[in-house]
């Protein structure tokens, strides 16, 4: 079964500011190893420059069955767009001095497959142990019993929390958002 995963249905449901965010601001990244979807092990807390990281709760596989009732789920679905949204925009992110990485709790041979798939120029992170999720107290969701992080995209600068975006409606602006938000900062 081939499905669109690219294009978001105009009914989805708006995700609200649950507070789920707040403490995040001025927050330090922990030292916390993840894998990429290059097999190697990434420290965020490690980097001297400007990030960009958006977590995801999964993305979708175009040979898989629909996910029933995941379009009702405020915020759940459009990790493809704002994947894709950010691939789009990565030269100029990279222009911006930043770099981007994806995070996500789904399993690393779907986000390796996806990776591919979707031509990304940055890596895709696994958290599927909840370790950086857990360590900055993210909001998570369930669906069919497995565990899933919210959308939110934070930027930060040598491993302080500088902007966080929460929610993000609809995820195939964030990237745009983003990069408004961080030319904003040079001026």
Known sequence: MIKDLHTLPANLPVPLDDGACDHLLGSVLPAVSLISTAGKTVDLSAYAG?????????????????????NDIPGARGC??????FRDSYAELKQLGVEVFGVSAQRLEDQQEAHARLHLPFALLNDGQFTLTNALKLPTFEYVGTCL??????IATRGLIQKVFYPVFPPNNNSREVIAWLTAQQV
């Open 50 to 70: 400007t990030l960009v990281i958006y977590f995801y709760p999964m993305l979708g596989r175009p040979d898989s069955s629909p996910l029933i009732g995941w």
């Open 80 to 85: 493809t767009p704002q994947t894709c949204a």
């Open 149 to 154: 992080i919210k959308r939110l995209t934070i």
